[in-house]
């Protein structure tokens, strides 16, 4: 990126004397995709062939935005596509009003939400067994995923070398009461667990799945200035970054200042802190905040700092999607896993590197608007999201097995972590942590500590709920409008939502987005026919209910239907005594 700042002002000069016509270069956004694609090792430069050549655009695109012509619509697009928070420039609000999309892009080859299989005919209790067999510990206390990709079979060693050169799992999904990973001996992993209001849609365990999210820092974040382990130093690492992603204070035990040379509380004075408080843009004057321990003496150039929006480079998420179980009439998380996902940050944006990269998107796509997303890949390492991350993944094989997966299948992640207007650094989950002080374990724990039981409906900017105001745009319980046990909890005859539901769900999530016993069965039948057919390629998503309302083909530049973008609900940080 530095390079091509430097040609272009090299460009400037020479254009300050005589010189004989300049011959045409490369566009400005050519530049940049070389740029880019230079900063990936090697391994990822490869465009793998792909069945989908638009694997990136999930199948929630492809909903039916309305019913009849003039009739009601359906704007589940607003939660992905919108006007963005800085550092996040890729503004696509629009695209919940107009299908702007590649020719190639407007079938629809998710062929599993059109015409789902038919699901499998198990009995009640051979289901709940297989959903409670863990595919990820074996009954050693093994992790049967690395135990197998010690030795990777031919299928999985896309170099031959005899090696996996992606990543191996190591998390024990074994966590304290802090929400610390440990492996059997007590050592802690790195990764800690968090909770968080899961996205809204199809991202709720009654369309589907229940998943968990860890985080993990690198080494330097973990140790002190000697090179110790330091727990201590972690969790004040873990507050920094939750404090500048969140864009909201994070309290603290009191902490000495002096002892660490650095003013958490943003008062100008080193002293005693009690919050680590979210300023942006740093005030004029005083020295900017930085992480502690060992990772103060980084590189800030190539590791990053504390800024509102970006984590720092070789953050690390793991997040598994899980069957459900159902004990005592109550559904939980199951210990069979569907997925493991995994991503980790590669390189360090700016907010100027990260504008620079949106607006030469834009430019290419208003002088090609038929060319495909550009995927870079390895077969073992995984998919580059193009802002800077990795991301990878394992999948469940006709077996029960975890496996890795194909190139296809991951690319299927990157279009939502890879550009749209709702993320935050590429990702969703940490920016919708629950808030400290107004949690349990301050949001730091594991989902099987304590379930969704309980937990308030988040809100937006306006004070409304925003499950509620999903509803209300989405006029279902999920983005095909075919979850019927939503539809006939929340929604009246005529559309409207009911008063008393909404009330609840105020208190109470858990009343929306945690199915009945009934349905969680039925979700799991489901996707155990698509574990059968192993074809994730023609997608993954669960359908269970009403016949999906699925476009089989999109309109090009078509309008959807919807009269217009739907705000986004970010939240403002309140004032503090700090700014």
Known sequence: MAGLLLAGAAGVLREKTPAAPPVPGPSPVARMRVAL???????????????????????????????????????????????????????????????????????????????????????EAEVLAWVRTSNYVDARGGLRLAEALANPPAAWDGNGDGRWDGYTPDCWFSTDEEGFDRSPDGALTGWRAFAYAPFPGMFWPTNGSAGDVFIRLPEAFRRDGAGRESQALYRLNLAIVEAYIRREDVPLPPTDERELDVDLDGDGVLGTATRVAFVWPPKPGRPPLHYVGRAARLDRTKEGWPAAGLFPRGTEFLHSLRYLDVEGGQVRMAARMKELRYMRKLHWRTYSDLQLAAEAEVREKVKHPDKLKTVLADVERGVTTGTGWLMQGFIEAEDGALRPQNVEETTACIGCHGGVGANTDSTFSFARKLAPGAAHQDGWYHWGARGLKGIPEPRRADGRGEYAHWLEQVGGGDDYGSNDEVQARFFRGDGTLKPDAVKALTRDISTLIVPSPRRALQLDRAYLALVKAQRFERGRDVVVGAPPKVNARLEQDGETGIPEAVAPGWLVPPKTAAR
């Open 37 to 123: 694609e230079a900063s990936s090792p090697k391994h990822f430069r490869e465009r793998p062939p792909l069945f989908n050549p638009a694997a990136y655009l999930p199948a929630q695109c492809y909903a039916a935005t309305t019913e009849t012509p003039g009739g009601r619509t359906r704007n589940g697009c607003f939660a992905c596509h919108q006007t963005p928070r800085s550092p996040n420039a890729v503004d696509d609000a629009e695209a919940q009003t107009l299908l702007s999309v590649a020719r190639a892009a407007t079938e629809n080859h998710w062929t599993n939400v059109l015409r789902p299989p038919p699901p499998s005919e198990l009995p």
